[in-house]
């Protein structure tokens, strides 16, 4: 059942589910949550009718082992979940880092910490999505600000997952997962990158596939596919099995590191709205945008020289884009719905050039317009 080219009326949560099938996602495993249960819900629906897998897990941590067990077999496979979830899949995120398992993670967010205020909108997990599982490890996350984008970007989130070989978050929010709008939606074949290939090199258990190919991502071949190889949490030499040389667990760390770092340019993008002459930047990402922005062209309206700066790749953060703009400003405002967590990274990357300020909301409604109005006002006065 094709949905492309036409209009339809949708839940930024239906639009991910739909967005993840159009990009190949055939298995998905996961554990009922609000706000993203109608994810589990959809593709309990939807992946039949196209040859998938759905299962309910019995807690978030098995979601995660099961997702990440589907894609080394071959399946291009996703979860979803919320704060409390999103917690417990942790230590499966940070395996699938380490044994470089592509797969999509789904957070919608809602306020916290604990089990807090489960249908209200939050942007509390933001550091969460950088340094949830313990170690130094790579990431890569995303968040939309529409239904349309959430559909185009999740299919984005699993074109990068199978390009660098690691699990990408999806960094959702209430917002943007329970908004409808009327959408239509693009040709999924024009978005879409099939990285499922992989060839190996002479040689016993070196043919696996930890053998890099090129300088930072290796290749790999799904499991019962002829080739034999080991797949560990721990430190691992190039054939997959444990190792405790120094040597080759520093150039494994590394390499883990660095096939993110040296890829920014292909992996980050903003959205810079009426920047060019702008004075004042606000900087928010996900959800918050639809507020920013009609704060934005409101004050414009008043003739105040004000633009949006909105991270879509919110990890790497993009600060070459950020450090590119600051000569032109003379204030940011940074806008999101937790204590500021973004407006932290911010901060590093200004370091002091530009005068930073904040906005946030932590009592579960969503910050209006007018306080983003009043706020800009106060920073020019």
Not at 39 to 49: G, K, N, V
């Amino acid at each position: 059942m094709s949905m492309a080219k036409k209009a339809v009326l949708m839940q930024g949560n239906e639009a991910c589910v739909e967005g993840a099938i159009a990009a190949g996602m055939r298995f998905y495993a996961g554990y009922p949550i609000t706000p993203s249960t109608e994810i589990a819900e959809q593709c309990a629906l939807r992946l039949p009718q196209v040859g998938g897998k759905f299962i309910q897990m019995e807690d978030e941590l098995a979601s995660m082992a099961a997702v990440l067990g589907a894609s080394a077999a071959g399946i291009k496979a996703m979860t979803a979940t919320s704060g409390p979830g999103f917690s417990l899949k942790q230590e499966n995120i940070g395996y699938g880092c380490m044994a470089e398992i592509p797969c999509v993670i789904v957070d919608v967010q809602r306020s916290g910490p604990s089990t807090g205020l489960p249908t209200s909108p939050s942007q509390g997990d933001y550091m969460q999505a950088r340094w949830g599982t313990h170690g130094d490890h790579p990431v890569i996350a995303l968040s939309p600000s529409s239904v349309l984008e959430t559909y185009t970007l999740v299919i984005r989130a699993f074109n990068l997952s199978e390009k660098y070989r690691t699990p990408v978050i999806f960094l959702m929010d209430e917002i943007v997962g329970h908004m409808r709008e009327g959408v239509t939606l693009p040709d999924p074949s024009d978005l879409i990158v099939n990285k499922r290939k992989a060839s190996f090199h002479d040689g016993a258990y070196k043919r696996c596939y930890y053998v890099p190919e090129g300088q930072y991502v290796p290749a790999m071949k799904p499991f019962g596919a002829g080739e034999r190889y080991n797949i560990t949490g721990l430190a691992h030499d190039i054939s997959g099995f444990p190792t405790n040389n120094n040597d080759q667990a520093g150039a494994l760390y590394t390499r883990l590191m660095e096939k993110i770092d040296r890829n920014v340019d292909d992996i980050v993008r903003v959205q810079e709205t009426m920047l060019d002459d702008a004075d004042t930047a606000i900087v928010c990402f996900g959800g918050t945008a639809r507020a920013v922005m009609s704060a934005v062209e409101e004050a414009r309206a008043q003739g105040m020289k004000v633009g949006m700066f909105r991270p879509i790749t919110v990890w790497p953060f993009p600060e070459g884009h950020l450090r590119a703009r600051l000569p032109g400003l003379k204030r940011i405002l940074v806008v999101e719905h937790n204590y500021g967590q973004m407006f932290l990274e911010v901060q590093r990357v200004v370091a002091g050039q530009t005068p930073v300020e904040f906005l946030g909301r932590l009592d579960g409604t969503v910050i209006p317009p007018a306080d983003i109005l009043e706020k800009l006002r106060r920073m020019e006065g």
